[in-house]
């Protein structure tokens, strides 16, 4: 299995809504990450997981949440979002973090907030 | 922060031209990926060079690093419509392990008229 698996695939969701993205490997890779890519831009690094454990959060507003629950799943909970979180939402990953590593992406979550 | 820059923004060619697309960057870089996005798609691993000077090649595509690892090209020849979307380059940011970041340049929206 050499695929990262997203659910769902569109989500719309209310502002005052909570809600979540779902993130599953099998490829055995240790390292997991949480991008957003808005339209005509390149996607932008939110959460990095590495064997099980945050290690990088960049600066990410307290909205976004996110949770590893074990080496194979990566999940991001929304509570209270804005409109202007309305984005691709991308999980991908690799076999460990660092260099050297090609990632592997997910087919991403379309999250419209209204 | 470091940041790597890409050129053009956007690229439309007759098919069979060719196209190439150029990544730089400040400061020398550890390696760099290649990530192609076809529209409505997510991002997908091309290829990732490491070596200063490196040249590789994938069918009708040919990667290349600086000799300064400061900048990267990514040519196609002979374009066909299979190749229209966005080709991002990425670089790393952060010293390694779990600090480490992969970071997009702005991409290349390649477009192919038939």
């Known amino acids: 299995d050499t695929e990262v698996t997203q659910t769902p695939k569109h989500l719309v969701m209310g502002m005052t809504n909570k809600k979540s993205l779902k993130c599953e490997q099998h490829m055995g890779h240790r390292a997991m990450y949480w991008y957003k890519q808005k339209a005509k831009k390149p996607p932008e690094l939110m959460f990095v997981y590495s064997y099980e454990k945050l290690s990088i959060n960049e600066s990410v507003p307290s909205r976004f949440s996110p949770e590893c629950p074990n080496s194979s799943l990566l999940n991001l909970h929304l509570h209270a979002l804005q409109p202007e979180d309305s984005a691709l939402y991308l999980c991908a990953s690799s076999q460990v973090a660092g260099r050297g590593y090609g990632y592997t992406f997910g087919s991403g979550t379309r999250l419209t907030v209204v | ?114």
Not at chain 2, 11 to 25: A, I, L, R
Not at chain 2, 77 to 106: E, I, M, R
């Open chain 2, 1 to 114: 922060g470091q940041q790597v820059m890409q050129i053009p923004q956007y690229q439309h060619v007759q098919e069979g031209e060719d196209f190439t697309t150029y990544c730089n960057s400040s400061t020398t870089l550890s390696n760099i990926q290649w990530y192609k996005q076809r529209p409505g798609g997510h991002p997908v691993f091309l290829i990732q060079l490491v070596k200063s000077g490196e040249v590789k090649k994938q069918k009708r595509l040919t990667f290349q690093f600086g000799e300064a690892k400061k900048n990267s090209s990514l040519h196609i020849t002979a374009t066909q419509t299979t190749d229209v979307g966005t080709y991002f380059c990425a670089g790393p940011v952060g010293s390694g392990g779990s600090n480490y970041k992969l970071t997009f340049g702005k991409g290349t929206l390649l477009t192919v008229n038939p």
